[in-house]
Each structure stands twice: as C-alpha cells, then as structure tokens.
C-alpha cells in the first residue's frame, strides 16, 4: 500500500534520509518522491535534467501502517502524514496508485544512473550520494512532429490525449491535467522528439 508524506518544499530529500536513520526498515518497503526526465537546452546543447514531479510530497509504501506511523512520529519535519487519524493514515486509493504507477511505468528501475536534481552527472546509483538508497524517475516521452500533429510514440503520454493540454515543443514540454489525490493539478513532463516530418515540397 501507497501513504503521502505532505513535507516542506525543498525537505523531500532530507525527509527520506532522516526515515532511513530513523524509522525500522522492517515497517517499510520504499520510501521515494518521482522525478521527472526533463530536457533543456543550455548554450545551444540539450542537457538531461531530473525535477520533482510532485514537490512536497513523499510516498511510502508499507503492509505495517499501526507500526509504521508509530515510527514516523518520531520523525522531526514531518509537515503532514495524508488521511491521519488518531491511529494510523489513509493508504492511496486505487486510482491513484494507478496514476502514480503508470507515471512511473510498470517496470521502472529504482536504482537507475542518472543525474541528481542540481543536474550535476551521478556515478552511482540515483541519490545515493545524497544517503538514498534511489530514486525513482517519470521517462522522456517519444514523439513524431508531422506538420500540426504531434503523435505520441511512448512514454507515460501514450494514451493520455485527453488530458494533454498543450505541448510546448520548443521546450521539449507537455502540459498535463491530473487529477490526484482529489484535486486537478497540472504537472509538466518532457517530450522528445524522435522525428520531424515536413510537407513534401512539390
């Protein structure tokens, strides 16, 4: 099961370092905030860069939530643990674990190489030199650009066309309408472009 930490904004990292030293292992299976694989262009080059995707959140998953919560509240800087009551906290439900997992894709790598949110290149696993044991990142999206449409190749985008508000494709950007955890958010996701077909000339 699937439980939301709502922390401070820029607290996401520090809060699931001071879980691994704090909290028993044995009440918890992960403990993460997604990234998101962005692309942007600096001095001319397209660089790879990782952002949150939900700031201020951190998700945990756990089979022992009475035990669990009893751990994390020994935990400083916790903002919020989502659906609290006097006992324990509300899991995710179900369409959001749904959404959360198709974000994520069904088999994503919790220990892929990739570089940290300031952009620097990481040499080890994903935010372990951060003290975590990794991270879990959103993919790029596969696009085709013919003329006026945009056709969506893979990637968390491939059969979202309804909630795709706009895609901004100079900045390798689409703009997305969620709904989660009871609430409509935007979140942006990055975009590459695998081919650009033009009108033939005549």
Known sequence: MYYVLQVAPGMENQTE?????????????SCFHPLRHMRKKFHGEWKDLYEKLLP???FITSDS????????RRVPKLTKLLGKDEESFAALCEKDVTWLERMMGTAYDRRRYVQNESGRESGVDAGEK????????VGL?????EQDTVAILSGPLKDMTGKIRKIHL?????EVE????????VIYLGIEIVEKKREPVR
Request: avoid cysteine; glycine fraction near 8%; charged fraction near 30%.
């Open 65 to 72: 939530v009475k035990e669990l919560y009893q751990e994390l």
């Open 178 to 185: 969620a709904d989660f955890m009871g609430r409509k958010t």
């Open 170 to 174: 100079h900045k390798r950007i689409a």
């Open 141 to 145: 999206s596969q696009v085709v650009v």
């Open 56 to 58: 201020g959140y951190v």
């Open 17 to 29: 370092i001071l879980i691994k030293e704090q909290v028993r292992k044995s009440t918890y299976g």
């Open 130 to 137: 951060d003290g975590l044991d990794y991270a879990v990142s």
